[in-house]
């Protein structure tokens, strides 16, 4: 009896034992992470939510050494302010600090010399739509900078606006009413649209600020202005949430590109100074930002390294596309507050990282990657984060796809040309845009280029148009409809109503700056990505049009009925679901109130 | 503890005299008292203290505008010196109002049938189930809302507006129900949307309290009502409903007041505006916590001293409405009615 329990007893203690090993056990195999974290700490950041898909994919890659960071996409403003408030460890902003804002607001003021800025990822800002007609979603859409920028401040108001129209001659717009949705929250990417807007069309834009009361205070602006009509949401994700909704047919928002993929919608084109209209691929956005005008006062801190993108607006490459921007961490460059020199070392590592492997995966993120003037500035800027473990990083080893031997940006040199139908006039390419690149749109046969054998599956996106291109091209790195689309289309009535406000248009046949870099870099080219539909061959160069669907095919026998209103059903505000709510409603009332009625009835019989 | 106790008067005595009552503390009721009165003190100054802070905080903001034009103001420019919290504090009331409408009907069905109908292991199951309701966190509401209710709910805010319009409450601006084309954006993004989301917030709160109140309806007078023929319904109009009047109105009140300081399920519907719109359907609005939640980390200075005003005048506001609450149920006390 004893010597039982006294056996319990000691099992007891194996067990417990055993336990607390098995614990201890549990808590090393748990710890590697917390064994590293000694040489990194948990480091936080805040702001761009532009830029939060490339960064969210930084820290989770950065998870497997050890390293721990925190963001929150609440808005560049944001991260501006609790960067100087030092509630986090770096920020991401679109744009620099505000030390002369041009809006009104008050000034930010970050100690000089606190701080240093590093380009991390370009991309362009897109405008994701929710359109359809005839029941059948629009993924080719194009409209001018004018439009876009008539969109935003309220002066077209209907998709079927004559000067949308003009720009969509393959397209039958629809009588619904345009409903832009812009940021609520502080952003960078209102402040870049804003810039754009400006730059290019300030008449539209003054108009604007005058009738939103913010007059006189109308620089750039980070705050959106609102009028009725729009819809504000908060942040990228907010815009892009709202647009993908099935009841926001008719919208249309400001969001990064790599929204726009990850909820499958598409893309406006948008017109650039060539006379093209493009989409804001990586490629696109790599060519444009060869004009992007990078300060290179290593002395001044304040604006070394930032963007000054008057360049990228004019660009009259026909791969441009205007929209393009870096975004840009804001990393500190003193030990203050609760930055010290321990969260520096794992700072440095994060961004050591952001500059070089992570910009490999940008492209198929949506972004575009950096080019190498740019990582090795930024490499530079590194080595001030207070207890940085400096180090000397191969660029070539980054397998950054705009990297070539030669110093070029290879990325850029490899652009496909944009193709024939993308140019502004009669034609209209029926491919579809960002998230949606594999759903081609039906076009009118007006609008389509002819065709002589539409079989054909590589001819480079068919171009015989009477206009007399490709010829130049096949050399071997050039592009398919390249070179040389010579000025007039030869088309009929080109654009009735001249849609680009002012730009150069059809006249401009690009060619300049094509740079069909020759066979030099050839060897290099296979770490090209290309995420979207274009599946490019980077040796032939040659562009199939719409990789999923050929293209001619798809859309012939569409042939858009030009009657699409009339089809729609009259709702009259009835339908069968409204009957059953309003019946429902009825029976409930009813059954409340029937027992009372009829207890009253009843009560007041009984004495009678 | 002092308590008065009621002597029965005298019968044989015409003119009853009340014994005097001597109160004498033991030195644990004393500590008692002196625990429970430091506690209350202890909430009451903190209500003050949060209530001063606010107001210092606000001081500098209110001193750029002033007072009065701080209340009138519908705009939100504080850089410049123009803002004002009308529009926000419109926004707020609309919204704290539709989430009560919407909220006290099924909240109080809810408590009804839980407590008067119910079978028992239905009525287990049913409490259950609100108090989940309760604990779901808001964000989760939210995002509910924005993902599903939004596209669902905008039938219904075109059937209102289209049948009901002409109320100026549910005229929505550039609707047009006759145009097939119509895009029904107009009604997304509302006060209406964002207040039947709150609501899903408020009823759980509202229908504890009433639940609660129903439950100690005294077996006898639910009994009496039955044994003199009264149906299940005669019985909750005339036993249930009195005896819980008080319990309804602050367990209602409870719920305004929670609707007013809702934030996030706000923050991820409603489309931020600083005009005075009182069209409930139409999208556009604004509360004073999303006012504050959404531009506390992008403003300094007289913006964020801006926004502690708008706080300020949100605390003012709640605390209307709670002592509204109060005075109301502490008149009609619960069972008052039906005992006299």
């Known amino acids: 009896m004893i010597d039982r329990h006294h056996s319990t007893r000691r099992r007891s203690v194996v067990v417990a034992a055993l336990l607390t090993l098995g614990f201890a056990l549990c808590l090393c195999i748990g710890a590697p992470p917390s064994a590293t974290a000694r040489s990194y700490q948990r480091i936080s950041g805040e702001g761009s939510s532009w830029a939060a898909n490339a960064i969210d994919a930084m820290r989770v890659n950065v998870r497997k050494f050890g390293i721990t960071v925190d963001y ?70 194009r409209l001018s900078g004018q439009n876009i920028s008539k969109i935003f401040t309220g002066t077209i108001t209907m998709w079927n606006d004559p000067a949308i129209q003009a720009d969509n001659p393959g397209l039958v717009m629809p009588a619904r009413t345009i409903v832009p949705v812009v940021r609520s929250d502080g952003s960078g990417s209102s402040a870049q649209f804003t810039m754009w807007m400006i730059s290019q069309y300030p008449d539209i834009w003054n108009d604007f600020c005058n009738r939103a009361g913010k007059a006189p205070a109308c620089g750039y602006t980070s705050f959106y202005p609102t009028i009725s009509g729009m819809i504000a949401q908060s942040g990228d994700l907010g815009i892009a949430g709202y647009v993908s ?142 207890g940085v473990v400096v180090k000397d990083i191969d660029v070539t080893t980054c397998h950054n796809p705009t990297f070539s031997p030669d110093g070029s940006n290879l990325l850029a040199d490899t652009a496909p040309k944009p193709q024939a139908c993308d140019q502004q006039g009669a034609y209209q390419c029926p491919d579809g845009t960002a998230g949606v690149s594999n759903v081609p749109t039906a076009i009118l046969a007006s609008a389509q280029i002819p065709v002589a054998a539409p079989t054909g599956d590589a001819t480079p996106a068919a171009t015989p148009t009477g206009d007399g291109t490709p010829a130049a091209a ?110 429902i409603v009825v029976l409930t009332i009813g059954l409340v109130l029937a027992p009372a009625v009829a207890w009253r009835h009843l009560s007041n019989k009984a004495p009678a | 503890m002092t308590t008065t106790i009621d002597v029965a008067p005298d019968v044989h005595d015409a003119t009853p005299q009340p014994r005097g009552l001597q109160v004498r503390r033991s030195r644990g009721d004393r500590a008692f008292f002196g625990g429970v009165s430091f506690s209350g003190l202890v909430v009451l100054s903190i209500m003050v203290a949060v209530g001063l802070f606010l107001a210092i905080q606000a001081a500098q903001a209110l001193r750029v505008t002033g007072i009065w034009s701080f209340l009138v103001t519908a705009e939100w420019e504080t850089d410049r010196g123009k803002f004002g919290i009308s529009a926000v504090l419109l926004g707020t009331v609309l919204i704290a109002a539709v989430a ?130 009264s149906t299940r319904w005669g019985m909750i109009r005339v036993v249930a409903l009195p005896f819980g009047r008080g319990g309804i109105i602050g367990g209602s009140m409870l719920g305004l007041g929670r609707a007013l300081g809702e934030t996030i399920a706000v923050l991820l519907i409603l489309s931020p505006s600083f005009n005075i719109n009182f069209h409930i359907l139409q999208a556009g609005g604004n509360s004073v916590s999303y006012l504050i939640a959404s531009r506390y980390n992008e403003t300094g200075g007289v913006g964020l001293s801006a926004l502690f005003a708008a706080g300020l005048a949100l605390f003012a506001v709640t605390l209307v409405v709670n002592s509204t609450a109060s005075w109301f149920v502490a008149r009609s006390r619960s069972g008052a009615s039906s005992e006299a």
């Open chain 1, 72 to 141: 929150n996409p609440s808005g560049s403003t944001a991260g501006r302010k609790n960067f100087l408030n030092g509630t986090v460890d770096f920020a991401a902003s679109d744009i620099p600090f505000q030390l002369n804002p041009e809006d009104g607001s008050a000034p930010e003021k970050p100690a000089p010399n606190s701080y240093a800025y590093i380009p991390v990822v370009a991309g362009g800002t897109s405008f994701m739509y929710n359109l359809q007609i005839n029941g059948k979603r629009v993924t080719n859409l």
């Open chain 1, 245 to 386: 909704q099935g009841f926001a047919e008719g919208a249309i928002g400001y969001v990064n590109y790599s929204y726009a993929l990850g909820s499958q919608f598409p893309v406006v084109k948008l017109l650039n100074k060539a006379g093209y209209y493009t989409e804001p691929t990586p490629q696109n956005v790599a060519v444009s930002l060869l004009q992007a005008k990078i300060n290179t006062d290593a002395t001044d801190p304040a604006v070394y390294l930032t963007q000054q993108l008057d360049g990228v607006y004019n660009d009259t490459d026909s791969r441009n596309y205007p929209l393009s921007s870096y975004s840009y961490f804001i990393l500190p460059t003193t030990v203050a507050g609760q930055f010290n020199t321990d969260k520096g070392q794992t700072l440095g590592a994060f961004t050591y990282y952001a500059m070089c492997e992570a910009q490999q995966d940008s492209a198929s993120l949506g972004y575009s990657p950096l080019p190498i003037n740019l990582v090795q500035a930024g490499f530079d800027q590194i080595r001030k984060i207070p």
């Open chain 2, 100 to 229: 009560v409408a919407v909220a006290f009907p099924i909240s109080l069905g809810t408590a009804l049938f839980i407590t008067e109908v119910a079978p028992n292991w239905l009525r287990s199951a049913l409490i259950a189930l609100v108090d989940l309701m309760a604990a779901v966190p808001s964000v989760v509401y939210g995002l509910w809302g924005l993902f599903l209710l939004e596209g669902q709910i905008v039938g219904l805010s075109r059937w209102i507006n289209t049948w009901f319009g002409w109320i100026p409450l549910f005229k929505v601006a550039g609707a047009d129900p006759n145009s097939p084309l119509a895009s029904a954006t107009v009604y997304t993004a509302s006060i209406f949307i964002a207040g039947v989301v709150v609501a899903m917030m408020v009823m759980p709160i509202q229908c504890v309290v009433m639940r609660e109140v129903f439950s100690q309806v005294p077996v006898g007078e639910r009994e009496g009502a039955f044994a003199l023929g």
């Open chain 1, 474 to 583: 096949p050399s071997g790195e050039g592009t398919p409809a390249a070179n040389g689309t010579p000025a007039a289309n030869g088309t009929p009535a080109a654009n009735g109503a001249p849609a680009a406000g002012g730009a150069p248009t059809t006249t401009t046949p690009a060619g300049g700056n094509a740079s069909p870099n020759g066979s030099g870099s050839k060897a290099f080219v296979p770490v090209l990505l290309v995420p979207t539909g274009q599946n490019c061959d980077p040796d032939s160069g040659t562009c199939p049009a719409a990789s999923g669907a050929p293209a001619p095919a798809a859309a012939a026998p569409a042939a858009v009925s030009p009657v699409a209103s009339a089809v729609l059903p009259q709702s009259s505000g009835w339908n069968t679901s409204l009957a059953l709510m309003l019946l």
